[in-house]
């Protein structure tokens, strides 16, 4: 049986170009685990969004758009290309949405031999809007054109030892600093994806302290797995209590996401004497339109405009070694088949 890996991200419109733009954004919220309501209605509002939404997108992609095309590709790449490095077997990279593609990665994989291959989600905490959906979409795409192919996939690794390393590396440097704050920026999602994904049916944001509360429900609990990352972090870099906090950002739409919400915490933070800030997205592994512009543009304007002094962004895990050590580590378990 031959082995592979195969890491997949979120993905990218293909240009800032508004055509590419609006592709991107089409696919990307017609998914039913993205905008989770029946289909004419999701197809509605994505309509609706998809008149002004490009445009703008398409701008704030220009200001972060490099040389060799968008950000988060590139850095996939250079991680896939640094990956390969360390392990004997191929090494595939494949976008949820776009290029490059699911169906071409699984194909080349097949032609190259491979029947049993391990689909690391780019993902480290479990959400139906991400983790989910790229796992589906693989298993889907696999079934189709590579039937003998058994994917085998990585659990979510929000709390695992290599990971939370990785992130107190990559931050360690700017810890040294004289900073007033830490926020974790992660992710947002609507509250309803938390209680669909609640096996338990009843655990889940029904009490403000659920996700302090042990259950089953933690195993694809976002926000749980969220907070226990923050927590993780901050014990092993040993960030002092009560200088750090947690927020959400990115959200769309009126229904209620996960709070708080990080421009609310980005517009309180300086008033209460908070006015050296770091910020760092746990929920990224590479640097994207979220974090470098919706953050460290967008989010360092509002709060240098709300009186706050000094502004940084961490910078995601990227290329960073000690993320490379883990990845080949969860390589490694797989081809040594444990």
Known sequence: MSKAVLLVNLGSP?????????RYLNEFLMDGRVIDVAWPLRRLIVGLILIKRPRESGEA??????????????????????????VSVPVALAMRYQNPSIASA????????????????????????SYETAVVRVQEVAARLAPQMKITVEPPYYDRPDYI?????????????????????????????????????????????CCET??????????????????????????????????????????????????????????EGRKRLLVICPAFVADCLETIEEIGMRGCEQFMAGNGREFTRIPCLNEHPAWIDALAMMAGKFLAGK
């Open 14 to 22: 293909d240009s800032p170009a508004v055509p590419d733009v609006r």
């Open 165 to 209: 390393t990785a992130l107190a590396a990559s931050a360690a440097d700017f810890l040294k600093t004289d900073y007033d704050h830490l926020l974790f920026s992660f992710h947002g999602i609507p509250e309803r994806h938390i209680k669909k994904s609640d096996p338990t049916g009843g655990h889940c944001l029904v009490t403000p302290t």
């Open 61 to 86: 992609y220009e200001k972060i758009w490099i040389k060799d095309g968008s950000p988060l590709v590139v850095t996939s790449q250079h991680v896939q290309a640094l990956l390969q490095q360390r």
């Open 214 to 271: 042990p259950s089953p429900a933690h195993a694809r609990c976002y926000r749980a797995q969220c907070f226990r990352t923050a927590a993780l972090f901050v014990e092993q870099a040993g960030v002092p209590a009560g200088k750090w906090s947690v927020s959400f950002q990115s959200r769309l739409g009126k229904d209620p996401w996960l709070k708080p919400y990080t421009d609310y915490e980005l517009a309180r933070l300086p008033n």
């Open 106 to 129: 699984v194909k080349n994989l097949a032609v190259q031999g491979a029947t049993e291959v391990l689909l690391i989600p780019l993902f480290p905490h479990y959400a139906m809007s």
